[in-house]
């Protein structure tokens, strides 16, 4: 069975800095692409970044760009996502997804159950 658990989340001021990650299990993920996704209250889930299975392709939101960084160990099953420079619209629950690719969710096949990310002012 798969199963995609993700760590990391935490509170954190503006300004500040966290890692996630996301550990796969139940089968190899080394010919899938990675991602995340994260949805905040009242909000749609939205595309966060991807990144693809060699890791020589990313893609990202633009709200993103410049503060966030994926990667991904192929070794471990994991998927990591570095966020800097955090801001109170960060907050969110963030999502784990593997085996699709773009910033539509309806293209990723598995996702974790989430972490949350709050961001204080």
């Known amino acids: 069975q798969v199963q995609l658990v993700e760590s990391g989340g935490g509170l954190v001021q503006a300004g500040g800095s966290l890692r996630l990650s996301c550990a796969a299990s139940?089968?190899?993920?080394?010919?899938?692409?990675m991602g995340w996704f994260r949805q905040a209250p009242g909000k749609e889930r939205e595309f966060v970044a991807a990144?693809?299975?060699?890791?020589?392709?990313?893609l990202y939101a633009d709200s993103v760009k410049g503060r966030f960084t994926i990667s991904r160990e192929n070794v471990k099953n994991t998927v990591y996502l570095e966020m800097n420079s955090l801001k109170p619209e960060d907050t969110a629950v963030y999502y784990c997804?593997?085996?699709?690719?773009?910033?539509?969710?309806?293209?990723?096949?598995?996702w974790g159950r989430g972490t949350q990310v709050t961001v204080s002012s």
């Open positions: 997804a593997v085996g699709g690719w773009g910033t539509d969710e309806v293209s990723w096949t598995y």
């Open positions: 139940g089968r190899t993920f080394t010919s899938y692409a």
């Open positions: 990144i693809n299975w060699s890791g020589e392709n990313t």
